[in-house]
């Protein structure tokens, strides 16, 4: 049962969205209140597993009270008025802990209107298992000859990351030094749109290079690909005379875990390519993407790190990991870019 907690500040809203929300199977309104002092309480007492938040205009307050909810570690579905700055807030409001982001009907609207797009992201945010095991990925073709005897770069760091993953990449990805020797694969579970920015905003802030990974991009040495959103990000190996590299190829498969991109598909694709001299860290995230990926780094020798419960926001992927035995290390989110930088230099 998905416990849903709704805080706005118009009492109509609140018993509106509770009216529609009660009405669908699997799902219940726990409770409801307006941003007050009270509610933090309120909440504790309602004991919710998603939160739906107003975010007002200007939206600097309700990003605030976002970040002040990231003590519950609850997935949050931004309820908001469209208007042109919300683009502008975007990510912050993602780095801030929301999830989903649902438009508020236009005046005279008939709250209905809004009852399947609420529905879809209340229930994608909340469990993203898949009824049964994907089929494992086949690699496609790989272009390469018997003379091929190393790779560039020698290192690959495969990054998986969901719910409160912005600010955690923010955390890893700044560490990283300039002439870090490692390529860097990112997939942020984010919806359409979104990865450009963030790709954008991480580059702003850090030493290694950022950006939104293109069709037949390879793995550079300090450059960090992002996984654009709606498209899984795979990688097959190719050969320059006796120089080997891992190459972009985007698809649009049919979702994994009811994601696209998902962690496990670029890992896989990663792993066989770099083997040992690979590096798979799963962050804070819901859901079991990156058990898959996890374990084919293991099986090629690479290690694997997890961020640990304490500094995760949603401790859902990496406890999966761990579950299954594929944690090599579980550490605090602030260790974890010195670790592989440690892993890499040894």
Known sequence: MIRVFIIDDSVLIRFALTQLLNQEEGIVVVGDAPPNEDLFKTIEAAKPNMLILDIPIPRETGIKYLKRLHKFRLPAVVFTKSDKTIAQDLI????AGAVGFVIKPEKDAPISDIRDQLVYEIRHNISRKADACPVPYQKSAITKTAR???QSPLWCVAIGSS???PEALMEVVTKFPENFPAGIAIVQHMPVGFTTR????LNENSHVAVKEAAQGDIIKAGVALLAPADYHMEFQEAAEGHIKHAEVRLTQDPPQWLLRPTVDHMMMCLA???GSHMVGVVLTGMGEDGVIGMRTVKQ??????????ETSVVFGMGQEVIKNNLADEVLPLNKIAERVMEIIKS
Do not use: H
């Not at 963030?198 to 905003?201: D, G, K, T, V, Y």
């Open 92 to 95: 912050p409001l993602l780095e």
């Open 163 to 165: 719910t409160g993953g």
């Open 272 to 274: 066989p390519i770099y």
């Open 148 to 150: 091929v005897s190393f």
């Open 300 to 309: 090629c020798g690479g290690r694997t790190i997890v961020q640990n419960k």
């Open 198 to 201: 963030f790709a954008a905003r």
